[in-house]
């Protein structure tokens, strides 16, 4: 089945530091890749995705590059801020089979940024 | 107003007792999820309806039933509550398929607490 397996946190940062959360899959075919953030209190919301290899989501620094051959999303932003501490989950949606329409979510990753 | 608006946002209740989560969107959309969040586990998936009259088992339906009342309403039950049904507890949206561009909306979840 599907799977996604992100870096053990918490990750705690100072301010301007640059940040890595490290994600990997296993899906069948090609599935589509996510990040979403969940800010304290509130639901997740999507910060960024690719839908195909090679692709680069971005949004707010944040990036992610769909790596098929080491089958990574790894996500990345090269100065992070105070208002960036939130929880990051990678997501996967497959394109067929049982798995057709719904995402299958990594564990979570807890960012604390620090002044 | 929130898009997908849950009710009650916390919620306490004893083992065995029925207990009802109500989900409600303005999207427009027809497709609803519910998913429980749990610390180190992410966000799993319970039952997902892609229309009124379509209504799916997730990855962990046991104990749990849904009815989609209508386009914009989509309701969890816990038939007979447990202590490790003791999650946060998130109704999500979304407009077609997740594989393509489209994306999940979430409410700002439940949190349930089984004694």
């Known amino acids: 089945g599907n799977s996604v397996t992100q870096m053990e946190g918490p990750v705690t940062l100072s301010e301007e530091a640059f940040l890595t959360i490290n994600c990997t899959y296993t899906?069948?075919?090609?599935?589509?890749l996510f990040w979403y953030v969940q800010y304290p209190g509130e639901g997740l919301q999507l910060l960024l995705k690719a839908t195909k290899a090679d692709d680069k989501g971005s949004n707010k620094g944040f990036e992610a590059t769909y790596r098929k051959e080491t089958t990574s999303f790894h996500l990345e932003k090269g100065s992070v801020q105070v208002s960036d501490s939130a929880v990051y989950f990678c997501?996967?949606?497959?394109?067929?089979?049982?798995?057709?329409?719904?995402?299958?979510f990594g564990q979570g990753t807890i960012l604390t940024v620090h002044p | 107003d929130a898009d997908v608006t849950q009710t009650p946002r916390n919620r306490i209740t004893k083992t065995g007792k029925r207990i009802m989560l109500e989900c409600s969107q303005t999207?427009?959309?027809?497709?609803m999820y519910w998913y429980r969040q749990d610390p180190g586990l992410g966000l799993r998936l319970i039952y997902y309806s892609f229309d009124v009259k379509d209504i799916n088992k997730g990855e962990i339906s046991d104990g749990y039933s849904v009815s989609r009342q209508a386009q914009a309403k989509f309701s969890l039950s816990l038939e007979s509550a447990i202590p490790n049904q003791t999650a946060l507890y998130f109704c999500?949206?979304?407009?077609?398929?997740?594989?393509?561009?489209?994306?999940?909306?979430f409410g700002s979840g439940t949190q349930l607490s089984v004694l």
């Open positions: 999500a949206t979304s407009a077609g398929v997740l594989a393509t561009n489209e994306k999940l909306f």
């Open positions: 999207k427009g959309h027809d497709r």
């Open positions: 899906a069948t075919g090609y599935p589509s």
């Open positions: 997501a996967l949606s497959a394109p067929g089979g049982t798995s057709y329409g719904k995402l299958t």
